[in-house]
Nanobody, 119 residues
């Protein structure tokens, strides 16, 4: 059983920055993708950014150029640096871990952290 522990949400003014952190606690597969998803009120959960254990990244078009995802494989942590925040970035942000090995795939979610962008 893997637990994902998130931190770093909060309230910020438009144009400001926040950094989210997520640590995976437990034994995880060596082949994995860590990432962030978000869900705004009344909307479906959507991908924000992901990063593989090899360092390949993927971003939603809406955050490209503003958000940066990174990870520390030794510590099983993933960071999301969010700059130039907009009110439409307001949502609950969830950390995700997608693990794979031959014949097995498992996923884990964090508890979610609120990000509010408002003046």
């Amino acid at each position: 059983q893997v637990q994902l522990v998130e931190s770093g949400g909060g309230l910020v003014q438009p144009g400001g920055s926040l950094r989210l952190s997520c640590a995976a606690v437990g034994i995880i597969f060596s082949v994995n993708t860590m990432g962030w998803y978000r869900q705004a009120p009344g909307k479906q959960r959507e991908l924000v950014a992901t990063i593989t254990n090899g360092g390949s990244t993927n971003y939603a078009d809406s955050v490209k150029g503003r958000f940066t995802i990174s990870r520390d494989n030794a510590k099983n942590t993933v960071l999301l640096q969010m700059d130039s925040l907009k009110p439409e970035d307001t949502a609950v942000y969830y950390c995700n871990l997608d693990e794979r090995r031959p014949g097995v795939r498992r996923g884990s979610w964090g508890q979610g952290t609120q990000v509010t962008v408002s003046s």
